[in-house]
């Protein structure tokens, strides 16, 4: 018999084509060493080419979910990621807090503030936005946000590292004890260069960047192995910095999967 494994949650709505959503997080849990656990939260009908729709869970269910793996097996530490609803988003606050799961509670949380994919199909309906940044941005270790993201989030536009910092403090203000403000979305940039803050620190994360089209799951990767370092006890500077190079490695072994964009790969 093996020893007890440490744990880690996922809360996130399913990708049909496996390459986003709890399926990759639960690869990266996989291949980080964690033992990985699904609160799902919406049902995506997807593939290489995009999303067609989605539907949500009640979010009695979605809370239910938490409390059983939580009240048994213990969360070292979760993630949430597409939240679909405020339903769903003020429900999940209020188990977290129940699970003491959070920036200031027993075990550290991930906030991905999932808006859209990568082709523009929304996974939040428009009046969740205010919960993720009133409700969950409060309760975060780190949150993870990409340019798009920002600009939802904030009003902001990233342009360069000035705007990156920016960004930011705008974003610590909604409460997070940490933000890492990703810039793999600055194509012009040689190097995907993350901004990792908590308001007196400023830490610059640069990367390779890969010319591959094949990025579907990349931002739920990323947060996924950040997660898994935090249930393996790092601290958020070291385990951001474990993500990073996990994410670099996978968007370099990501592949092609039907007629549209490929999946980047936790395995190699
Ligand atoms: N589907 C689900 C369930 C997701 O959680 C996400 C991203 O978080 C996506 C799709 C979109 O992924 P991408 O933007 O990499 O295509």
Redesign the pocket.
């Known amino acids: 018999m093996n020893a007890t494994p440490r744990t880690a949650l996922t809360i ?4 049909s084509g496996g ?4 399926q990759a997080d639960l690869r990266t849990f996989f291949a980080c060493g964690v033992h990985g656990m699904t609160a799902v939260t ?1 049902v ?1 009908v ?1 593939n290489s080419l995009g ?1 067609e729709g989605f539907t949500e869970i009640p979010a009695d269910v979605v809370a239910a979910q938490i409390k059983a793996v939580a009240g048994d097996m213990g969360v070292d530490a979760a993630k949430t ?2 939240l679909a609803t405020a339903d769903i988003i003020l429900e999940v606050s209020k188990t977290l807090d129940e699970a003491d799961i959070g920036r200031d509670a027993h075990s550290p949380l991930v906030v ?1 503030p ?1 808006a ?4 523009g199909d929304p ?1 939040l309906r428009e009046e969740a936005l205010e919960a993720i940044r009133t409700e969950l941005f409060p309760r975060a270790t780190v949150v993870t946000p990409n340019l798009d993201e920002v600009r939802l989030l904030t009003g902001l536009e990233v342009t360069d590292r000035d705007s990156q910092r920016r960004a930011a403090d705008a974003l610590l203000e909604f409460g997070p004890r940490w933000v890492l403000v990703k810039g793999g979305h600055l194509y012009d940039d040689p190097e995907c260069v993350d901004l990792l803050s908590d308001g007196v620190q400023y830490l610059e994360l640069s990367g390779r960047r890969y010319e591959t089209p094949h ?6 990767t990323f947060a996924a192995a950040i997660t898994a370092s935090l249930a393996l006890a790092l601290g958020v500077p070291d385990a951001v910095a474990e993500g990073k190079r996990f994410i670099e490695r996978s968007v370099a072994e990501s592949y092609p999967l039907g007629g549209g ?1 490929g999946p980047v790969s936790p395995f190699w």
């Open positions: 996130a709505g399913s990708d390459g986003a959503g709890i919406a995506t997807q999303v990621g597409m991905d999932v859209a994919s990568m082709h996974l990025t579907h799951g990349g931002g739920d964009v």
